[in-house]
């Protein structure tokens, strides 16, 4: 990468590979379009939504250390800057044009976009790759393709049908869904595929619902188990938000555990993708040492956890066979957050990875090989992603 060496782990050729490798990123938002304020960027460096606690931990926090010590650099700034002279020359850029000096910086062969979340106010997926000078390609939230179903003015007898019909369109535009249960419902669910005439009852309840308050927003626990099956079934990966997430979240109902059951269910039906996972990483590489069609990453923990994050990564190294780790940013709004999941995450990993070479545990032929599947290799053969020429 285009970029001051940022490994720093103890053996030098690990070093020069994860300073230089491509990565696919697996997991991945686009960036808010246009200015942002002080207040706006504070926030933006917390999961919180609460005004209050972004504020109480202000920049204090491993995420605002880091933020300072690797994009003040790029901007032409001392590392460390204080925080007062980061935003100084920050907020008067837009964050394309801050994105114009980080993304090229982070490495990035291919994004692969959750285009689900807040897509009003993002720059579209395009420009985003443009601006990373990485391929791109989409992932289809399935709780989002439910809701337009919700707001198309389909009945409840057609809601299923309808569904599978806006499924099949989607795929020809991506590679992926994203389910969000455990926001909506938590883990714990029901694992088994429900009937049509199940889905239909649930379906008028909530076009019912929809009606006198206006708000679209699926809770019901039946269609979320109806969508995330259908997806299921197309055998397209299908990511599960686990772990670590803001204050809609039950922390201890995102525990992928919870959801072993819906695991053994769809070994044979499509990979699953366990995003995030912190604090239960550890689970996470279990369940993908259980199940042949599980993976896992540990992005936005990775951002959140700075400096120390180095010990995530290597918690994910763990149990996991190799080859079902990916390398994610979860990086959404502000392009800081873009080139610190890969500073952090080539950081993090020469240093869990270059300790074992140093050793002599590992050979340098198997952790390059390691190294290429986490960076890129994994998540191209799981997604069936094919350079686009
Ligand atoms: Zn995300």
């Not at 230089?20 to 999961?47: K, Y």
Request: one cysteine or more; charged letters at 20%.
């Amino acid at each position: 990468m285009p970029l001051e060496s940022v490994c720093d782990g103890p053996n030098p050729a690990i070093n020069e590979l994860l300073d230089q490798v491509l990565l696919v990123d697996h997991h991945v938002h686009s960036i808010i379009s246009g200015r942002i304020d002080a207040a706006a960027f504070v926030g933006l460096l917390s999961e919180s939504d609460r005004p209050a606690a972004a504020r109480a931990a202000g920049w204090d926090s491993q995420l605002g250390f880091a933020v300072r010590r690797w994009c003040a650099p790029l901007f032409g700034l001392e590392r460390h800057a204080t925080r007062e002279a980061y935003l100084e020359h920050r907020l008067p850029m837009t964050n394309e044009a801050a994105a114009g000096v980080l993304l090229p910086a982070a490495g990035l062969d291919e994004l692969l976009v959750d285009t689900g979340y807040r897509p009003d106010r993002l720059v579209d997926v395009d420009r985003l790759g443009r601006l990373s000078g990485a391929r791109v390609r989409t992932i289809v939230r399935l709780e989002s393709v439910a809701e337009d179903v919700a707001r198309s003015g389909v009945g409840a007898a057609a809601y299923a049908q309808t569904f599978r019909d806006a499924l099949e369109v989607a795929m020809t535009t991506s590679v992926g869904w994203k389910s969000v249960i455990a926001y909506r419902h938590g883990l714990d669910f029901d694992p088994t595929p429900p009937s049509d005439s199940e889905v239909a009852t649930a379906a008028g309840a909530w076009l019912r619902a929809i009606e006198a308050t206006g708000t679209v927003r699926l809770t019901d626990p039946v269609l979320l188990r109806f969508g995330l099956w259908e997806g299921a079934r197309t055998g397209r990966p299908v990511q599960v938000h686990v772990g670590f997430g803001d204050t809609d979240l039950d922390l201890y109902r995102a525990d992928p555990a919870l959801m072993t059951d819906f695991l053994r269910a769809t070994e044979a039906v499509c990979p699953v993708m366990l995003l995030h996972t912190y604090p239960f990483q550890r689970n996470a590489g279990y369940l993908a040492q259980m199940f042949g069609h599980v993976y896992l990453d540990v992005g936005l923990a990775v951002n959140h956890t700075g400096a120390a994050s180095d010990l995530i990564i290597r918690e994910s190294l763990e149990l996991a066979p190799l080859p079902k780790v990916l390398f994610s940013s979860d990086a959404w709004a502000l392009p800081e957050l873009h080139l610190l999941g890969s500073v952090l995450f080539r950081r993090g990993l020469s240093r869990a990875v270059g300790a074992w070479v140093a050793a002599g545990d590992w050979s340098l032929a198997d952790a390059r090989r390691v190294i290429e599947g986490i960076a890129s290799g994994n998540a191209t053969r799981v997604y069936g992603l094919r350079p686009v020429s």
